[in-house]
C-alpha cells in the first residue's frame, strides 16, 4: 500500500539526498537487567517537530535523556548535526531541555527565568547586558507576552507558564530543542489550544523539535513524525496518517486511536486478490486487501477503524463484509455516539454514529440488532 507523496522540501526524509541532524546508531542503555533501550537507531531531520510516543516504561523518556546527555548510553553513539556528543555532558551539547514541571525559579521574574541561562553560559562569549535585553523581549514576543516580564510566575496561569518555560529554553537559540511532557501540566482544554501554539512557535524558529509524550493525539497533532516505542525498542517510524492508517503491528494498531480488530486465519484470496480470511469472532469469512499474498492458514489479525464502520438497520447490499449484532453499550459524546456491537459469534466491535443533525440521544438504542459493513479496502492485515 502507498500513501501520496509530497515534496521533500516539507518531508526531508523521503529525500535520498537528505543528511539527518540528529542519528541515534545502536543506543542501548540498561538499569540493572532491565533494557530501558534496546539497541535504538533514529534518524531526525533538520526543522522535524518528533515525537517519540509511548507508554510508561517503553525508554522514551530515557532516549531523551541520552540525547540530552543526563544518561550516557552503555553502547552506540549520538550525533548531531554531524558532531559525534556522546561522550560530551550537558552543557557542552548543542542541546536544550524543557522539563514537563518548566522547573521555574519562583523568586525571579518572567523575564529573569527568560535570561537565566545567557547569563550562565558556559563556553565562548557571554552575550552583554544589551544584548541580554533584547533577546529577552524578542523570546516574550514570541510567546506573545510582551507586558508580562516584571511578573513571577506564581501570577501567571498554567498555559502561560508553560510560555515562559519554552521561551526560557528557546533563549539560548538551540540546535535541539528537548521537550519532556510539555503539556502534561495543563487542563484539557489549554492543552488543546496549547498544541496549535507551539507547532507555530516552532515553525516560526525553525529549531527542530523532539518531544516524549505519552498521549497520542498530542503526538499526532503536532508531529511530522513519530517513533511508537514499546519495551525499549522502536517499533514503527512514520508520519501521524500513514501511523493511523498502516499500522505494522497489532501493538501499533491498539496504541495508535481507536481499533477492532479480529482474529483469524487466511483461506485463500478471492477473484479480485483480496485475502479471504476465517474470523471465528464474527462466524464466518471477511475480506481484506493486502499488498502481498499471504500462505493459506497463516494467522492473521485484521484491524478496522470504527469509523470506517457503516452501520445499518437492515442487511445492507454492496459491501465486502457485513456482519450482524446487537447493541451492548452506547456512549453519547455530543459530536459523535459510540456503541459496542456485540455479534452472535461472541466479537465485540466498536463503531461510531457523527452526529450530523441536532439531537440529544444516540440514534440506537440498547439491544438493537444492526449490521456493520466495510470494505476489504479499509481493513488492515497484520501478521505481527
Known sequence: MSVPARSPALEPWRDPAAQPFVRIEGVTKTFGKVYACDDISLDVYRGEFFALLGGSGSGKSTLLRVLAGFESPDRGRVLIDGIDVTDLPPYERPVNMMF???????????????????????GGARPGAGEIRDRVQQMLELVRMPQLGN?????LSGGQRQRVA????????????????????????????TQFELVSIQERVGTTFIMVTHDQEEAMTMSSRIAVMDAGRIVQ???????????STRFVAEFIGGINLLEGRVLGHDGDGDLRIQCDGVGGELLARHPDPLPEGTAVGIAV?????????TKPEGFDNAVMGKVRDIAYLGDVSIYHVQTEAGAVLRVQETHV?????????????LWLSWDAASAVVLTS
Open 151 to 155: 511578573r513571577k510566575p506564581d501570577q
Open 100 to 122: 514537563q514541571s518548566y522547573a521555574l525559579f519562583p523568586h525571579m521574574s518572567v523575564a529573569q527565568n527568560i535570561a537565566f541561562g545567557l547569563k550562565h553560559s558556559s
Open 305 to 313: 477503524r470504527p469509523e470506517k464502520i457503516d452501520v445499518h438497520e
Open 166 to 193: 519554552l521561551a526560557r529554553a528557546l533563549a539560548k537559540q538551540p540546535k535541539l530543542l528537548l521537550l519532556d511532557e510539555p503539556l502534561g501540566a495543563l487542563d484539557k482544554k489549554l492543552r488543546e489550544h
Open 237 to 247: 517510524v512514520s508520519t501521524p496518517a500513514v501511523l493511523y492508517e498502516y499500522p
Open 357 to 369: 443533525a441536532r439531537s440529544s440521544q444516540p440514534h440506537y438504542d440498547w439491544d438493537d440488532t
